[in-house]
């Protein structure tokens, strides 16, 4: 079994790994449908990794969903709101094109093939890179505190 600093490593490591993938996915133009979830998956595991170093037990209730939440309660105001950021302009992006016509809403999927949209994916990895570097950061820095 792993001790509390394996366990961080080892999630770390997964993080930027998923990340890479991302970048991977993007660059080959290979599994463009799961650039998005790459990314998110990334943060998440950032996510996971800083409320372990902050001696939080992860809330798995409901998957991801209760961790961001548990996250939102306990970082610091200015963190979490650049997580936030992040992580919402990732579903944004990954989500439905949504409109109304003729009084109808119309979903229509995102068009992985486009240049508008692997450019705005490629600055999403780039951002969620320095998202994920700042809560690395902070995880480091209370490490050194130890």
């Known amino acids: 079994m ?19 993938n991302a970048r991977r996915y993007l660059e080959n133009k290979s599994a463009l449908g799961w650039v998005c979830s790459s990314i998110r998956s990334g943060l998440m595991m950032g996510i996971e990794v800083w409320l372990r170093r902050h001696d ?18 306990v ?7 650049i997580v936030t950021y992040c992580l ?13 016509e003729n009084d109808e809403l119309i979903y229509r999927s995102p068009n992985v093939l486009s240049e508008q949209w692997q ?3 490629k600055k ?14 902070d995880v480091k820095k209370n490490r050194d505190e130890e």
């Open 2 to 20: 792993m001790d509390n600093h394996q366990w961080i490593d080892f999630f770390t490591d997964a993080a930027l790994a998923e990340l890479a």
């Open 56 to 73: 939080y037990d992860l809330d798995k209730g409901n998957g991801w969903q209760s961790t961001r939440s548990q996250f939102f309660r």
């Open 75 to 81: 970082a610091p105001e200015d963190l979490g709101s």
């Open 88 to 100: 919402g302009a990732v579903v944004m992006h990954e989500g439905p094109e949504t409109r109304i």
């Open 119 to 121: 450019s705005t994916a």
């Open 124 to 137: 999403l990895i780039v951002r969620a890179e320095e998202v994920l570097e700042i809560l690395i950061s």
